[in-house]
Nanobody, 123 residues
Framework: QVQLVESGGGLVQAGGSLRLSCAAS????????VGWFRQAPGKEREFVAT????????YYADSVKGRFTISRDSAKNTVYLQMNSLKPEDTAVYYC????????????????WGRGTQVTVSS
């Protein structure tokens, strides 16, 4: 069993930055993949980024490519999502999730989920 806890959300002006953290407890992330998803009110959960723990392979949604960076810290068993050049349309609850093997953009493919952290970008 893996417990995931997100942190780092908040209110920021457009153009600003935030760094989200996803800390795992219960067992190490390896050999899992970790994904970040987001969900805005009235919308479906949307893929943001994923990283494969063992090889560090990353993949991003087109909407965040070049602005967001996903990374991992093995010693801290934590995955980060650095978000730069934030836009009002990035406003959502951000969730991290993990699954065995490789990452996927499909949220139903993830086994473990955190409770989410709110990100609000004002214009």
């Amino acid at each position: 069993q893996v417990q995931l806890v997100e942190s780092g959300g908040g209110l920021v002006q457009a153009g600003g930055s935030l760094r989200l953290s996803c800390a795992a407890s219960g067992r190490p992330f390896s050999p899992y993949a970790v994904g970040w998803f987001r969900q805005a009110p009235g919308k479906e959960r949307e893929f943001v980024a994923t990283i494969t723990w063992s090889g560090g392979n990353t993949y991003y949604a087109d909407s965040v490519k070049g602005r967001f960076t996903i990374s991992r810290d093995s010693a801290k068993n934590t995955v980060y999502l650095q978000m730069n050049s934030l836009k009002p349309e990035d406003t959502a609850v951000y969730y991290c999730a993990s699954r065995a093997g490789y990452g996927t953009t499909i949220y139903r493919g993830y086994e473990y989920w955190g409770r989410g952290t709110q990100v609000t970008v004002s214009s």
